[in-house]
């Protein structure tokens, strides 16, 4: 089956700059790729996918990359704000019935 | 307001004393599932269901039960819980079974002592 790692597992960046979360997979099948975001006493929430036949997508200043040679993808934030301090996870799929996620990256912005 | 709504959030319970975790959503979702999070294992599957009826096994079921006897309703039952099940659980759901977003519910917190 699928796994996913995830890293770091810990991150902490000044404020205004740039932040990056990567994630490795290994069923080369999986063709779905989300990544949520999940802060204090909430559940996770959705903040970006993209599936494998794009290599880039991008939102205001989230990017989402993937490389599926190398079977890896990563999370861009730019211009980190203090209010994107959160969890993030990482998730690969063929549906959702076998998504498998990461560990999980704990994102500290200081202001 | 479209959302998924966990009942209870907090939970401290016994070993053995069967307890029931409910889940209801309000887009009318096909697709429902159950998750546990634990500290450095991220989340992991417990329980799905396609649709009404139709429920399955994800990577972590054991001591686990589901049923799906309304689309909108999608309830965890712990028959016999044991202090193992100490974790904390999310529900979510999804128009289809995809791959597609999952909307997850705010969690519930439980501890089996």
């Known amino acids: 089956g699928e796994n996913v790692e995830q890293h770091p597992s810990t991150l902490s960046v000044q404020e205004g700059d740039s932040a990056v979360i990567k994630c490795t997979y290994s069923?080369?099948?999986?063709?779905?790729f989300p990544w949520y975001k999940q802060e204090l006493g909430k559940g996770p929430q959705l903040i970006i996918d993209i599936r494998s036949n794009v290599g880039e997508k991008k939102d205001q200043r989230i990017a989402v990359t993937l490389n599926k040679t190398a079977k890896h993808f990563s999370l861009h934030i730019t211009e980190t704000q203090p209010e994107d301090s959160a969890v993030y996870f990482c998730a690969a799929s063929k549906g959702n019935n076998d998504m498998r996620f990461g560990a999980g990256t704990r994102l500290t912005v200081k202001p | 307001e479209a959302q998924v709504t966990q009942n209870p959030r907090y939970l401290i319970t016994v070993t053995g004393k069967k307890l029931t975790v409910t889940c209801s959503q309000n887009m009318n979702h096909e697709y429902m599932s159950w998750y546990r999070q634990d500290p450095g294992l991220g989340l992991r599957q417990i329980y799905y269901s396609m649709n009404v009826e139709v429920t399955d096994k994800g990577d972590v079921p054991e001591g686990y039960k589901v049923s799906r006897k309304e689309k909108r309703n999608f309830p965890l039952i712990l028959e016999s819980p044991s202090p193992n099940q100490t974790s904390l659980y999310f529900c979510?759901?999804?128009?289809?079974?995809?791959?597609?977003?999952?909307?997850f519910g705010p969690g519930t917190r439980l501890t089996v002592t």
């Open positions: 069923d080369s099948a999986s063709n779905y």
């Open positions: 979510a759901s999804s128009a289809t079974q995809g791959p597609y977003e999952q909307y």
